[in-house]
């Protein structure tokens, strides 16, 4: 449980890589916000992990303003902020 209490994002994860990360992540305790244009394949990852360890948003990369909407959204969720990011793009913040 590495990344307990942490809150990550994950892009383009609903399948491949990012879906890989975002597991790994939900494996050792984070809350994984997947963004993807997938939005079935976001809530299939989502439906395989524990209740609420990974959360899909339906969230085109190329879209800077989406997905700054779910990063202040999702940072606020945690007073621990982290962020390890996936495949197709990547954004971040941590500290
Ligand atoms: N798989 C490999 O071995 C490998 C090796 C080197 C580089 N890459 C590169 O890494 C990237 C990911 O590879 P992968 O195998 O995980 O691909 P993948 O196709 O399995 O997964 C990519 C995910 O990104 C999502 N996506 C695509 N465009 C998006 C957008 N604009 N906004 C949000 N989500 C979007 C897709 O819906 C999909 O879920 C690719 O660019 C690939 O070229 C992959």
Redesign the pocket.
Known sequence: MEFRDQVALV??????????VAAALADQGARVAA????TD??ERLASQAAPGRIVGFP?????AAAVEAVVNAWSRTSARSECWS????CCGWGR
């Open positions: 892009t383009g994860g609903a399948a491949g890589i990012g879906a890989a963004l993807d244009v997938d394949g976001s969230v085109d990369v190329r879209d996936a495949s197709p793009a």
